[in-house]
T-cell receptor, first 114, second 114 residues
Framework: KAGVTQTPRYLIKTRGQQVTLSCSPI?????VSWYQQTPGQGLQFLFE???????NKGNFPGRFSGRQFSNSRSEMNVSTLELGDSALYLC?????????????FGNGTRLTVT | DQQVKQNSPSLSVQEGRISILNCDYT??????FLWYKKYPAEGPTFLIS???IKDKNEDGRFTVFLNKSAKHLSLHIVPSQPGDSAVYFC?????????????WGLGTSLAVNP
């Protein structure tokens, strides 16, 4: 089974721009979660989608948004980029939003905002 | 408020010895705990989990112990190998309606020296 695929792996943007990150979950997985990882802050939960609906949301400003398509692929968008948005953005999939099954992570997109 | 705490940011161990990584939590509603390992430039990988109805779970060189009264869990790696050098994240899960919330610690960086 192919793992979680995130594209692109690296991205450099300037302040004020917007960016879209993509995630393809493991085949058959319907839940996709997004996390931001920065040094010293660990993994910060952004949001979770299940069957094209946002099920959970973390404490991030409205500049961070996402969506999920009917094939479970998900995109995350950040508008009006700030320097502090520089981070590793991780996508994870699992079989179900209420499941205790482990999350399967992609290798992330490293976003640098200059 | 950090509900899941990994108080040691880093740990250094000799190859062949035991590595003990600790994790404390504050929310008594957590009923499922997971450990993930993360190498640089990769996403976290699921390692081992434990349900709150158990106090020990073992998988090869990895054992997780749960002390519910102390709200403490630990991951033991025996014997430690240089390839175990990575950041280890503890995560705790609680049911929230029909969903599950997953709260992460900040991670402990383990270095296993040859």
């Amino acid at each position: 089974k192919a793992g979680v695929t995130q594209t692109p792996r690296y991205l450099i943007k300037t302040r004020g721009q917007q960016v879209t990150l993509s995630c393809s979950p493991i085949s058959g997985h319907r839940s996709v979660s997004w996390y931001q990882q920065t040094p010293g802050q660990g993994l910060q939960f952004l949001f979770e989608y299940f069957s094209e609906t946002q099920r959970n949301k973390g404490n991030f400003p409205g500049r961070f948004s996402g969506r999920q398509f009917s094939n479970s692929r998900s995109e995350m968008n950040v508008s009006t980029l700030e320097l502090g948005d520089s981070a590793l953005y991780l996508c994870a999939s699992s079989s179900g939003t209420g499941s205790m099954g482990p999350l399967h992570f992609g290798n992330g997109t490293r976003l640098t905002v200059t | 408020d950090q509900q899941v705490k990994q108080n040691s940011p880093s740990l250094s161990v000799q190859e062949g010895r035991i590595s003990i990584l600790n994790c404390d939590y504050t929310n008594s509603m957590f009923d499922y705990f997971l450990w993930y390992k993360k190498y640089p430039a990769e996403g976290p990988t699921f390692l081992i989990s434990i349900s709150s109805i158990k106090d020990k779970n073992e998988d090869g060189r990895f054992t997780v112990f749960l002390n519910k009264s102390a709200k403490h869990l630990s991951l033991h790696i025996v014997p430690s190998q240089p390839g175990d050098s990575a950041v280890y994240f503890c995560a705790a899960s609680a049911r929230a309606g029909n969903n599950r919330k997953l709260i992460w610690g900040l991670g402990t960086s383990l270095a296993v020296n040859p």
